[in-house]
């Protein structure tokens, strides 16, 4: 670890990059916040997702400037090559942890995700003695780092662009819905990549009980992008055995105008992961007046707060009647639609970037 | 599992934990179909996962016929094979059909 000057440029690297994903929409927010600053800011990322191509540069185009001038953020999501190459650069290191899920929830399906994980947190260890400052989306985060040896951890929220809270809903996509909606029944909700530690066959599962025991006309939508097939492919053929595939969708990733639209026509929010290192999808529900139901794991309590129902066991009849309380009663309704907004606006743009700035600011402070 | 305590208007959670034992008093939703549920995810993640092991096989399968079946034999086989995957594909239907009746 070596005190550097004030840097010039503050590149960022990054596993892999791309769209409709949090990790990769604060990566951008952040490349905008540090151009702001002053600062040189260029993203390199081992793997190119749709949607960011001239956006994002090849890792092995990162320049090496040893004036010092030049200091080098890395997002912590997964293992991989990217992190050695941010291991063996001499410029000063910053890291950022988004929280690496744990491989034995993924192992099952994805065994290879498992591996990287595995790597991931093992290159994590590695990282912490030659990093001058972290960032932690949130205190579950941050405190992982602290154990692993970290120095300096500062919990800075997820940077969500300010066009995904404030996004208008796509009419197409909103009519469709309305027309659904007038035909009766509630809508659910869980936006999310389709993977086995979002654990959307507890929500199937208790939206099945929730239909069969209180709003037979109830939908489900289950929005995101697959992580693998043989999850998505598990969830289809539950889906299909419970006879509900009329009544739920999965879209996959949507724009985020439709994504707007989902959450415009929302009735609850109901997420049931195992796992999440801060779950944007919540605030960015509550900031959309969408009440939030959620099993109480990882990062989940301390992104809701008060703000939201949280369940300490998911069992599909005690997530159903949380679900059923909430949007019978509309007092208790009303109260979570404004206390959501509290919260979100805790979140909100503003905050989230005044903390970056914060943080940046601190951590190029000469020591 | 990492799991914090409960939050939520102290009332509500009552009222939640009173209904779901409501529901179970009731017969409207039982242990038993909670594990029926169980059931059926477990046998929905069997076959997904059966999945990439099968297309393995038939990718080896399909080398080895190429070497050992002669040319002609050749769409005989395939129109064999296409017909016992349909068989296969209508006995899977039926017992998911089967399976929902028992689950709801």
């Known amino acids: 670890m070596t005190t550097a000057k004030r840097p010039s440029r503050i590149d960022q690297i990054i596993p892999s990059i791309i769209e409709h994903d949090a990790v990769s929409n604060h990566t951008f927010e952040a490349q905008r916040i540090l151009r702001e600053m ?19 540069r090849p890792l092995a185009e990162l320049p090496l400037i040893e004036d010092g001038s030049q200091w080098v953020l890395y997002q912590a999501s997964i293992g991989g090559p990217a992190a050695e190459v941010f291991a063996r650069h001499p410029a000063t290191k910053l890291l950022d942890y988004h929280n690496i899920t744990r491989p034995e929830l993924v192992e099952r399906w994805l065994p290879a995700l498992a591996e990287e994980a595995r790597l991931g947190r093992m290159q994590l260890a590695t990282l912490s003695k030659l990093c001058s400052f972290a960032f932690a989306d949130s205190a579950y985060n941050a405190a992982e780092l602290d154990a692993l040896g970290y120095l300096k951890t500062t919990v800075v929220p997820v940077l969500v662009a300010q066009g995904n809270i404030a996004f208008p809903p796509d009419p197409v996509a909103l009519s469709v819905l309305e027309g659904a909606k007038e035909q009766g029944g509630a809508d659910w909700l869980f936006v999310g990549q389709i993977a086995p530690h979002k654990a959307q066959h507890d929500v199937v599962r208790a939206f099945a009980c929730y ?15 697959e992580m693998g097939f043989t999850y998505r492919d598990a969830l289809g053929r539950f889906i299909a055995t ?47 007046g969408v009440p939030v139901v959620a099993y109480a ?11 939201g129902v949280l369940l300490t066991k998911k069992n599909a009849p005690y997530v159903a009647a949380a679900v059923h309380e909430v949007l019978s009663d509309s007092r208790i309704y009303d109260e979570f639609v404004k206390s959501g907004h509290v919260r979100a606006s805790h979140y909100s743009v503003e905050n989230a970037q005044q903390t970056f700035r914060s943080a940046i600011s601190e951590a190029i402070a000469p020591s | 599992m990492n799991v914090a305590e409960p939050s939520g208007p102290q009332e509500l959670m009552g009222r939640v934990e009173a209904e779901m034992k409501r529901l179970a008093r009731e017969g409207i939703w039982t242990e038993s179909q909670d594990h029926a549920l169980d059931e059926a995810f477990e046998d929905a993640a069997q ?19 190429r070497r050992f079946v002669p040319l002609m034999f050749r769409p005989l086989l395939r129109a064999l094979v296409t017909r016992t995957e349909a068989m296969l594909r209508r006995f899977a239907r039926s017992r998911a059909r089967a399976r929902q009746r028992d689950a709801l």
Do not use: Q, W
Not at chain 1, 211 to 225: F, I, T, W
Not at chain 1, 275 to 280: I, K, N, R, S, T
Not at chain 1, 297 to 307: C, F, K
Not at chain 2, 50 to 57: L, N, Q, S, V
């Open chain 2, 47 to 65: 076959a997904a996962l059966r999945m990439p092991a099968i297309f393995e096989r038939s990718t080896r399968m399909r080398r080895l016929a």
């Open chain 1, 38 to 56: 002053g600062f040189t800011s260029v993203i390199y990322a081992s793997v190119i997702g749709p949607g960011c191509a001239g956006r994002v």
């Open chain 1, 242 to 288: 419970l006879g509900l595939n009329d009544a739920v969708e999965l879209p996959g990733a949507v724009p985020t105008a439709v994504l707007a639209s989902y959450y415009a026509m929302a009735d609850v929010f109901v997420c049931c992961s195992d796992h999440e290192g801060f779950c944007a999808p919540v605030i960015e529900a509550m900031s959309r």
């Open chain 1, 297 to 307: 794991a990882a990062a989940v309590p301390e992104t809701i707060g008060r703000a």
């Open chain 1, 211 to 225: 239909r069969k025991a209180y709003d037979p006309k109830a939908r489900l939508h289950l929005v995101g992008r």
